[in-house]
Nanobody, 127 residues
Framework: QVRLVESGGGLVQPGGSLKLSCAAS????????IAWFRQAPGKERKGVSC??????????IYANSVKGRFTVSRDGANKTVYLQMNNLKPEDTAVYYC??????????????????WGQGTQVTVSS
């Protein structure tokens, strides 16, 4: 059974940092793309970052709004994907979700058409 569990959210001041974790179980992490999305109140869910499977290169992509501030990484041994978020801004406030596919090797994309989602973790950036 595929399961994704996010953690690491919280309240941080502008300019601060947080590191989100997405703990995966029920599948082999290295064969599937893992994406991070976020959803602010009253807004649609938007892609933030994605890491392709190692079988197609293990490349990362980022939304323009977070490039240079966010970094996605994978720890296969611990079956966890991380999202390091630096220089956080109030507009980064949202619930953050990780997601993956049912089919191996699909490429990253920021359409929210992934098959499996975590429950989300709240990130609030405020002074």
């Amino acid at each position: 059974q595929v399961r994704l569990v996010e953690s690491g959210g919280g309240l941080v001041q502008p300019g601060g940092s947080l590191k989100l974790s997405c703990a995966a179980s029920g599948f082999s992490l290295e064969y599937y793309a893992i994406a991070w999305f976020r959803q602010a109140p009253g807004k649609e869910r938007k892609g933030v970052s994605c890491l392709t499977s190692t079988s197609v290169g293990g490349r990362s992509i980022y939304a323009n709004s977070v490039k240079g501030r966010f970094t996605v990484s994978r720890d296969g041994a611990n079956k966890t994907v991380y999202l390091q978020m630096n220089n956080l801004k109030p507009e980064d406030t949202a619930v953050y979700y990780c997601a993956t596919d049912r089919i191996r090797g699909r490429l990253c994309r920021f359409q929210p058409d992934y098959d499996y989602w975590g429950q989300g973790t709240q990130v609030t950036v405020s002074s």
